[in-house]
């Protein structure tokens, strides 16, 4: 009860977003930037784990989500969510860090003729029992990995709307075009998707199959 009670205190006299980056913003108030840290870091973290495939290259590009904002605080414009510039700022270094990478693997695939460098998303632990753990590894990787196939256009709708679970007019203001292109990308991501994914659905149904006649 006392905790629920100050959690409600504390609810009353927290600032928005938007009030603590117009602190950073006007008077580089550590508290407040602190704030924005605590609440955002989770968030920006996945997406840039769900963009790059890599958990390691993820934590990173947190950082440097951090970094950037704030060193361009000055620069922050209050006119709309705190939300949609975060996004945007962590969007745009997932894309540099991308296309970084292609071109590192392009030069790897020339010079270590044809090796595979594509990363596996790390699998997260559980307590199911081995068969039903191995199954469900085995789908996440399988949706993991077709999500890093999508073109970086499809599959920032994909994180953004089912991952980060932002509607499409969010979305829409994020990446700042109109609430129509986004829901055509979701549509257009989604077929892919499905596309990549039917080789790993039948044999999955073909497994099954097996072990009921076994």
Same mark, same amino acid.
């Given at each position: 009860?006392?905790?629920?009670?100050?959690?409600?205190?504390? %609810?009353?006299?927290?600032?928005?977003?938007?009030?603590?980056?117009?602190?950073?913003?006007?008077? =580089?108030?550590?508290?407040?930037?602190?704030?924005?840290? %605590?609440?955002?870091? !989770?968030?920006?973290?996945?997406?840039?784990?769900?963009?790059?495939?890599?958990?390691?290259?993820?934590?990173? $590009?947190?950082?440097?989500?951090?970094?950037?904002?704030?060193?361009?605080?000055?620069?922050?414009? #209050?006119?709309?969510?705190?939300?949609?510039?975060?996004?945007?700022?962590?969007?745009?270094?997932?894309? =540099?860090?991308?296309?970084?990478? +292609?071109?590192?693997? &392009?030069?790897?695939? =020339?010079?270590? /003729?044809?090796?595979?460098?594509?990363?596996?998303?790390?699998?997260?632990? %559980?307590?199911?029992? #081995?068969?039903?753990?191995?199954?469900?590894?085995?789908?996440?990787?399988?949706?993991?990995?077709?999500?890093?196939?999508?073109? /970086?256009?499809?599959?920032?709708?994909?994180?953004?709307?089912?991952?980060? =679970?932002? +509607?499409?007019? /969010?979305?829409?203001?994020?990446?700042?075009?109109? &609430?129509?292109?986004?829901?055509?990308?979701?549509?257009?991501?989604?077929?892919?998707?499905?596309? $990549?994914? +039917?080789?790993?659905?039948?044999?999955? !149904? +073909?497994? *099954? *199959?097996?072990?009921?006649? $076994?």
């Amino acid at each position: 009860m006392k905790g629920t009670f100050l959690q409600t205190v504390q %609810s009353l006299f927290a600032i928005s977003d938007e009030q603590a980056m117009w602190r950073v913003k006007m008077n =580089d108030d550590p508290d407040a930037f602190a704030q924005l840290v %605590s609440r955002w870091q !989770q968030p920006i973290r996945n997406l840039c784990a769900r963009m790059t495939g890599d958990s390691h290259v993820a934590e990173d $590009l947190t950082q440097e989500t951090f970094l950037r904002l704030y060193a361009r605080s000055a620069d922050y414009e #209050p006119s709309g969510k705190f939300s949609t510039y975060i996004w945007r700022v962590a969007l745009n270094l997932c894309y =540099d860090d991308l296309r970084r990478d +292609k071109r590192r693997k &392009e030069t790897s695939l =020339d010079s270590d /003729e044809g090796e595979n460098l594509i990363r596996l998303p790390e699998l997260a632990a %559980s307590e199911e029992s #081995p068969v039903v753990l191995l199954e469900a590894n085995e789908r996440a990787e399988q949706v993991k990995d077709a999500l890093l196939k999508l073109p /970086e256009l499809y599959r920032t709708v994909v994180v953004l709307r089912h991952y980060e =679970d932002l +509607k499409f007019r /969010e979305i829409a203001e994020v990446l700042s075009v109109p &609430e129509g292109t986004v829901k055509s990308r979701m549509a257009e991501a989604m077929s892919q998707l499905a596309d $990549l994914l +039917k080789p790993a659905l039948a044999e999955d !149904q +073909k497994m *099954k *199959k097996e072990r009921i006649r $076994l």
